[in-house]
């Protein structure tokens, strides 16, 4: 079975904080995807140090396969001393998935992973082990298409203690949460953002501590070809078109640019319907085409993309008023959802030909405008943790 997966994840800082005291890794093998959460002790700057020290720590050993003994050991001495409880101190979660569906997880002192198959709560074997004298669940199993596994710093099992709930929100009424927002069409984000909004409104929006939550989906790798731009010599139309139609079933794709839509158009002999709805006055609408997800505006169009996609990347940006945005019937949120909630890798098919309309003919072509945009939404694709290749004509 080859999977892959869908990461997210959503911090909250403690009320009047700057920094965040937890810390999130997503880093990627040739076999596997690792998501690392790490809550530093106390709050502010040095909780924010001790955490991000922990995560890289980790991160960088378990690429460089170092064993679970010799990454603790490491922390243990690298970690800095409080001065006032004289203990060095991060709890941490590891999760690696790898793509034959193997996966492991290892716990040391923060809230239980959340697995969630079938719309059902799984449950976690405790398998303890001592390591340098710290007691750590290391759990061995295998995954499926469609399981969520969540993992949370305890700010999440600390909401709402002594205001709205006596003890906090205990981990059993959060797995109950998740589980009932979990569907096959819900993104990892949005569990993310959907759990830590219902922390959030449990501390009255004035967290007492750093809350984290961090989301795996198990998935079917999904590509999505994306057209934009005429090529520079018009005999390259059928070879561009024939690249960006190539794929299996499973693969999605996007025409950026009304010149772009009519050479498929007259390519493929598939007649072009524009729409004359304006769902959003400064987006242009969009258009249909037999075997096209979506047929959209070029320019204005891949702007919006971009600024939707920066803001989710930049995770405190992500709320509820930002999914309502994400889900509005414009093409550029239609792109925009497609590529957060729909995508595993991006593959761009840009031409270089000059459009006189919105640009000088003069300047070459990598001070143009859409090779401006197309580098934008490389590098923000990339960072969404999206493999992103671009293919010139």
Not at 101 to 111: C, I, K, M, R, S
Not at 157 to 176: K, M, P, R
Not at 344 to 364: C, D, F, R, W
Request: hydrophobic residues 40%; aromatic residues 8%.
């Amino acid at each position: 079975m080859e999977i892959t997966v869908d990461v997210a994840y959503k911090s909250l800082n403690k009320f009047s904080e700057v920094l965040c005291g937890d810390k999130v890794e997503m880093l990627q093998t040739e076999d596997s995807h690792i998501l690392i959460l790490a809550d530093g002790m106390g709050s502010g700057v040095k909780a924010n140090i001790l955490a991000t020290l922990t995560s890289k720590i980790l991160g960088t050993m378990f690429l460089n396969g170092a064993t679970l003994e010799e990454c603790v050991e490491t922390i243990v001495q690298t970690l800095p001393i409080c001065q006032v409880r004289q203990v060095a101190y991060a709890t941490f979660s590891i999760l690696q998935v790898f793509h034959s569906g193997e996966a492991y997880l290892v716990e040391f002192d923060n809230p239980s992973c959340i697995f969630i198959r079938n719309g059902r709560l799984m449950p976690i074997p405790e398998n303890i082990r001592e390591v340098e004298g710290k007691k750590i669940n290391e759990y061995r199993f295998q995954v499926q298409k469609g399981d969520a596994l969540i993992l949370m710093s305890d700010g999440t099992i600390h909401a709402g203690v002594g205001q709205l709930l006596n003890f906090g929100w205990l981990w059993e009424d959060i797995a109950s949460y998740a589980v009932k927002q979990y569907g096959l069409t819900v993104s990892a984000m949005r569990l993310a953002a959907a759990i830590c909004q219902a922390c959030d409104e449990l501390y009255q929006y004035r967290p007492g501590d750093d809350t984290t939550v961090a989301c795996m989906r198990i998935i079917n790798a999904k590509p999505v070809h994306l057209m934009t731009g005429p090529p520079q010599d018009p005999a390259q139309d059928e070879e561009m078109v024939a690249a960006f139609m190539s794929g299996d079933d499973t693969t999605r794709h996007i025409v950026c640019g009304g010149t772009s839509a009519t050479i498929v158009s007259r390519v493929l002999k598939r007649p072009l319907d524009v729409s004359m709805d304006y769902a959003d006055p400064e987006i242009p609408p969009i258009a249909y085409m037999e075997g096209m997800d979506l047929v959209t505006e070029g320019v204005l169009t891949l702007n919006r993309v971009v600024q939707l996609l920066r803001s989710y990347v930049k995770k405190e940006a992500v709320s509820e008023e930002f999914f309502l945005e994400l889900d509005k019937p414009n093409g550029a949120s239609m792109v925009a959802k497609l590529l957060i909630e729909d995508c595993t890798e991006l593959h761009l098919y840009v031409g270089k030909a000059i459009n006189s309309a919105y640009q000088n003919p003069g300047l070459p072509f990598d001070l143009g405008i859409r090779q401006n945009l197309v580098e934008q939404l490389k590098h923000v694709t990339e960072e969404m943790g999206k493999k992103v290749t671009v293919t010139y004509y």
